[in-house]
């Protein structure tokens, strides 16, 4: 049985590589089924999301976020996340397609 990697690597549209803890990229419903062995797909081997339709400045929000929700996700009262206005329509479409 293969040992798989606290780490994976989300690679943006325009070629950026994320490296983040695999418990805070499963916090996305999709990267967790990508990244399950028992899907057979390429990402459950290799570890490396790409997402050809996201941006890095999307996708470095994206993983600021998944952080974020895996840090504060027994918590109360949680503070409001800092979202710039001009991203925010990308920012909804990656969560939809991420089920975030």
């Known amino acids: 049985m293969e040992e798989t990697s606290e780490y994976v690597t989300l690679v943006s549209s325009d070629g950026f590589d994320f490296i983040i803890q695999r418990s805070a990229a499963c916090v996305s419903g999709t990267i967790k089924r ?17 997402f050809e339709n996201i941006p890095a400045v999307v996708l470095e929000k994206v993983c600021e976020y ?31 397609y991420l089920n975030v």
């Open 34 to 50: 990508m990244l399950d062995p028992q899907s057979g797909f390429a990402e459950a081997r290799t570890g490396i999301c790409r």
């Open 66 to 96: 998944l952080y974020y929700n895996e840090k504060h996700k027994d918590a109360r009262d949680v503070p409001d996340m800092d979202i710039p206005p001009e991203l925010s329509l990308e920012l909804l479409m990656a969560a939809d």
